[in-house]
């Protein structure tokens, strides 16, 4: 057989021997699993059957239905109650959300500012927002500012819903009397 018919047999074969999948692998291989939908400069609102909606601008925000989850890049947010009064508001450099769970993993310039409370918490490490239970998380250096003083800790927890707060390693604090 000449050169001339072999190349193209080989490459017949080449191409007739490969597949390309968005959602299996076999063992020891990485799945690949290929976003739903990516919005750049869009808003969205996360809620699931609740009368306080969380509504979202991002920068882009990439969505894998198969995972429920959101990968969000320069994110704001905020929170209003069933008369529509604003109760929550915040923004992050970048972010994920388990869009089943409603669980926001914030990440880099964090910024949560808790309207009912007059209670700001800031962050430049990560940040874990329950928007269900209300709660907040960070075990990064994290700044709190509430009419009862200023407070700097390496980990903190609240929630905002029982008006319940603690700190681990509390570094300096100020109480307003």
Same mark, same amino acid.
């Given at each position: 057989m000449s050169l001339k018919y072999i190349? *193209? +047999?080989?490459?017949? $074969?080449?191409?007739?021997?490969? /597949?390309?999948?968005?959602?299996?692998?076999?063992?020891?291989?990485?799945?690949?699993? $290929?976003?739903?939908?990516?919005?750049?400069?869009?808003?969205?609102? +996360?809620?699931?059957? @609740?009368?306080? *909606?969380? #509504?979202?601008?991002? %920068?882009?925000?990439?969505?894998?239905?198969?995972?429920? @989850?959101?990968?969000?890049? =320069?994110?704001?947010? #905020?929170?209003?109650? %069933?008369?529509?009064? $604003?109760?929550?508001? %915040? /923004?992050? =450099?970048? %972010?994920?959300?388990?869009? #089943?769970n409603e669980l926001l993993e914030l990440k880099g310039n964090v910024y949560l500012n808790s309207i009912r409370d007059e209670m700001k918490i800031e962050t430049d490490g990560k940040m874990s927002f329950d928007t269900k239970s209300q709660e907040v998380e960070s075990s990064s250096y994290v700044t709190v500012t509430s009419p009862d003083g200023e407070f700097s800790s390496h980990a903190f927890y609240g929630n905002l819903l029982m008006e319940e707060y603690s700190f681990s390693n509390l570094e300096e604090g100020r109480i307003v009397i």
């Open positions: 190349i *193209p +047999l080989l490459i017949a $074969l080449s191409l007739t021997s490969c /597949h390309i999948s968005n959602s299996t692998s076999t063992a020891g291989e990485e799945e690949l699993i $290929l976003p739903d939908m990516v919005l750049e400069k869009g808003t969205f609102t +996360l809620y699931q059957e @609740r009368e306080r *909606p969380i #509504e979202f601008s991002a %920068g882009k925000a990439t969505f894998y239905s198969k995972d429920n @989850r959101a990968v969000i890049e =320069d994110i704001s947010f #905020e929170q209003r109650d %069933g008369s529509g009064a $604003l109760i929550i508001e %915040g /923004h992050a =450099d970048s %972010g994920e959300i388990d869009t #089943e």
